[in-house]
């Protein structure tokens, strides 16, 4: 099958127990970017796969799908690697799209390589950016070498061009009330003896919120010299309504718990603001918060990387700022 004959993006849309991931409505509005850079003719799809599917319709074209492709089978309610791999594969055999993006969620990073095995096709992991080049090519951007160089990856003959994509590297859309699309249902067969078996499930406790929902973030990196300084972040962090977060020397010293730690192999974030407090500012730590609205930063080198994204900051010893922040945030507050 010539490549020419693939067409369309497909967004593979993630729902857990009945809710569809924000990297999902993240994906979809960048598909309509996607769509329109290779010429407005691709039909932009949502792929959702459940016991209900085709209830997720109306949202999903309320975040930008054009197209739903629901497959319902009472053993797709929860998530299992086989057959939700043998169904996509299936529907990819059947409606040849030529773009299909994956969020690079747990679930996603399992079950988008099994897809791509199954299609002998190829799969970009990890991307932080999806853009198409003057001659009309789908390039995928994603860090290797542990972080230290970007890639631009393009699929030049297989099809579909898979990828998994960070979440929060794009903005979804305002839900658009009402909005209307073409729905088509399936009813794949699924084998009971396939799926997982679900003996248990424990609810992942947080300190706090989860940082990548937060709007405020202060982060201490290497620099931090005690647990006490930290408490003081902590203290800065919960005067102005937001969470503590960390770089990886703080997770990795076990000061912090890894659900703190922001960057490629932590969390990616994308607060309204943050203050980076002795954080160098690694590509590793820059991937999980370049994105933020506001960075201010404190660092005693004038030279740290991490001036190159910031907006505002402070060349000085952190330990003399942050208490005179937190005692005139007090005092304004008249606490
Ligand atoms: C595969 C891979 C994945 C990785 N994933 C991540 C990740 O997800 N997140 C992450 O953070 N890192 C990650 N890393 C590690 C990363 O390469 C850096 O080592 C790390 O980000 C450095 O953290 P840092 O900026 O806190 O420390 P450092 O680079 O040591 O920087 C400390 C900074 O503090 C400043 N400082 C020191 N004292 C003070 C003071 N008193 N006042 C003001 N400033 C001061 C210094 O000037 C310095 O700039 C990863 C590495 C690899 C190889």
Redesign the pocket.
């Known amino acids: 099958m010539a490549k020419e004959d693939y067409k369309g993006i497909w967004v593979f849309a993630e729902q857990e127990n009945g809710v569809l991931s924000e990297t999902t409505f993240e994906l979809l509005a960048k598909s309509a970017d996607l769509k329109e850079k290779l010429g407005g003719k691709d039909e932009i799809t949502a792929v959702v796969l459940g016991d209900d599917a085709a209830a997720f319709a109306s949202t999903l074209y309320s975040y930008g799908a054009e197209k739903v492709i629901a497959a319902e089978h009472a053993n797709l309610g929860q998530y299992s690697a086989r057959p939700y791999a043998e169904v996509l594969t299936a529907l990819s055999e059947k409606y040849k799209p030529s773009i299909f993006l994956f969020p690079a969620s747990p679930l996603g990073r399992d079950l988008a390589p099994r897809v791509m095995c199954q299609l002998r096709t190829g799969l970009t992991a990890d991307a932080i950016d999806l853009d198409v080049d003057e001659d009309g090519v789908f390039v995928q951007t994603t860090p290797n070498f542990?972080?230290n160089i970007l890639s631009h990856i393009c699929i030049m003959e297989k099809r579909p061009q898979m990828v998994t994509v960070h979440p929060k590297v794009f903005s979804p859309i305002s839900p658009i009330e009402g909005a209307a699309g073409e729905l088509i249902l399936e009813k794949p067969e699924v084998e009971a003896d396939d799926c997982y078996i679900l003996l248990e499930t424990e609810k992942r406790v947080f300190e706090g919120k989860p940082i990548a929902d937060c709007s405020v973030l202060v982060s201490g990196?290497?620099?931090i010299k005690s647990q006490a300084d930290l408490d003081m972040l902590r203290e800065l962090a919960a005067l102005l309504g937001g969470e503590l977060a960390s770089?990886?020397?703080l997770v990795d010293n076990g000061w912090l718990p890894h659900e703190k730690?922001?960057?490629?192999?932590?969390t990616t974030t994308k607060p309204d603001f943050i203050l980076n407090v002795?954080?160098?500012?690694?590509v590793?730590?820059l991937a999980?918060m370049q994105n933020a609205k506001c960075i201010m930063s404190?660092?005693?080198?004038a030279s740290?990387p991490i001036w190159d994204v910031s907006h505002y900051g402070a060349v000085m010893?952190?330990?003399k700022l942050i208490p005179a922040l937190i005692a005139e945030i007090k005092a304004r507050k008249g606490l």
Do not use: L
């Not at 404190?298 to 080198?301: A, E």
């Open positions: 542990g972080g990196g290497r620099g770089s990886r020397p730690q922001i960057g490629q192999s932590g002795a954080v160098s500012g690694s590793q730590y999980g404190i660092n005693h080198v740290a010893d952190y330990s």
